[in-house]
């Protein structure tokens, strides 16, 4: 029978091998800050896949050997990898946070408040009205008290109509504070700390910045102008470790406008079933696809989370009203997510997304695909490199010199918003993003001081 004094000797060898970790641990971050010094002479990225991918290699063998968990070892690696990055941006006098499209915009709104006009070619916000059906919706519920509580996942009438929309049952539905909460429920929920999140870049940044919330480790594949932003699935595979859980996608792509050709789909979420991989498919933009579209809905693949918004396809970006569409398992986790942080979307709000649904929004559509091939055309004009978007509401062309911020904040002093394209991943400063969401006149206002900007 174990006695007191044998617990107590157990405890303090636990004591005794933590206070040993510790000391590696530290040791280890000595090192980093050494190697952050090292890189920052020689003009080296903080960030080294191929370094990180033989480290990941060496645990995993190590694991092996001496019993212990994978996946557990992984997650500690990756808490370890974290900790490096960030000794390292540090020592290399890096801030740590990259310049949004939400940063300049703030920046443009501070310079509004001053008097001076502003050309927003740097947010995607539609220029157009919400439906009209959506503002008496509004007063209707005013007038029939409907400003109460309501269930965390959404009022049932909201959460049907989506539900029939994509032809599933309403469990399978929650109603959020616009997309972006969506993918943070799903991201929170669904991956811990320690653990790895696959995106593809170019991307919105909300899932690394989500990832980065959590503590759990982006694993990034890049993607290339030359090969008209198509992802590598032979380097996608090369990256799933037992430690990843989920593979986020963005397409139509934001900032690119790309949409995934259906053989690279078929790929992504072959890959995903494989292992067995949460599949975070942001479909903001389903609506605006110019090209025939495969969601990851048509798949029926159990472990995908499908986000949805009414900002882009609805104008009612200030609204705040997005949806997932998952299993009825991750839906009832995600939940949990809400109810702690907001309980749920306000209940007018959820009245005028159901009737905004009754909208025909083709019209928007329309419009949204005649701006960008006026955009388009002005930008081959100015002898620009870019892929022709797919489908969302943005351009994202290559400058011919120097780098996004220098041109961005230029354009800023005349008047003109535009978007960095690093916003979108490290390794695109030699790019911008440029909103269709303003009238033609506008838009072209705006490039005529861009190809100004460009030629001093």
């Avoid at 915009?105 to 001076?116: R, V």
């Avoid at 669904?190 to 759990?216: M, N, Q, S």
């Avoid at 997932?324 to 991750?330: G, H, I, T």
């Amino acid at each position: 029978m174990a006695s007191d004094k044998e617990l107590e000797s157990l405890r303090g060898q636990i004591r005794s091998v933590t206070a040993d970790i510790m000391r590696k641990v530290q040791e280890r971050m000595a090192l980093a800050a050494q190697v952050g010094d090292v890189k920052g002479r020689l003009g080296i990225n903080v960030k080294d896949e191929k370094v990180e991918q033989e480290i990941r290699l060496m645990v995993l063998k190590q694991a092996a050997e001496t019993g212990m968990s994978a996946e557990f070892a992984l997650r500690l690696l990756n808490i370890l990898l974290a900790e490096s990055e960030a000794v390292q941006a540090q020592k290399q006098n890096r801030a740590p946070a990259r310049q949004t499209h939400l940063g300049i915009f703030q920046k443009a709104k501070q310079l509004e408040a001053s008097g001076k006009r502003i050309i927003h070619l740097e947010v995607g916000e539609p220029d157009y009205p919400a439906p009209a059906q959506a503002g008496a919706a509004l007063a209707e519920a005013f007038k029939l008290k409907k400003y109460h509580y309501t269930d965390t996942r959404g009022v049932p009438q909201l959460r049907d109509a989506i539900a029939k929309r994509n032809k599933v049952a309403e469990d399978r539905i929650m109603v959020t504070p616009g997309g972006r909460f969506a993918v943070f429920a799903a991201i929170a929920t669904l991956v811990k700390p320690g653990e790895e999140l696959i995106t593809i870049e170019p991307a919105w940044p909300t899932y690394r910045e989500c990832a980065d919330f959590i503590g759990a480790r982006t694993k990034v594949l890049r993607t290339t102008l030359e090969s008209g932003w198509t992802p590598d699935l032979e380097e996608l595979a090369s990256m799933i470790t037992s430690g990843t859980r989920m593979i986020a996608l963005n397409y139509p792509n934001n900032p690119t406008g790309k949409v995934l050709d259906k053989k690279t789909m078929d790929g992504i979420v072959a890959l995903a079933k494989e292992h067995r991989l949460y599949l975070l498919s942001d479909e903001v933009y389903s609506d605006y696809s110019f090209k025939p579209f495969a969601g990851a809905h048509a798949y029926g693949y159990d472990k995908s989370v499908i986000v949805s918004s009414f900002s882009k396809t609805y104008a009612m970006t200030g609204f705040r009203v997005g949806y997932a569409l998952a299993s009825p398992d991750s839906i009832k986790r995600m939940a949990k997510v809400q109810a702690v942080n907001v309980t749920s979307v306000a209940e007018p709000v959820q009245h005028v997304a159901l009737a905004a649904l009754g909208a025909d929004p083709q019209g928007n559509v329309k419009l949204m695909k005649k701006r960008l091939k006026f955009l388009s055309s002005k930008l081959k004009k100015m002898s620009m490199r870019f892929a022709e978007p797919d489908g969302a509401m943005y351009v994202y062309p290559e400058l011919p010199k120097g780098e996004d911020m220098q041109l961005v904040e230029r354009m800023l002093e005349r008047g003109v918003a535009i978007a960095p394209g690093s916003g979108f991943g490290d390794s695109y400063r030699r790019f911008v993003r440029i909103s269709a969401c303003r009238p033609e006149e506008e838009m072209g206002k705006g490039l005529d001081v861009m190809a100004e900007e460009m030629g001093k």
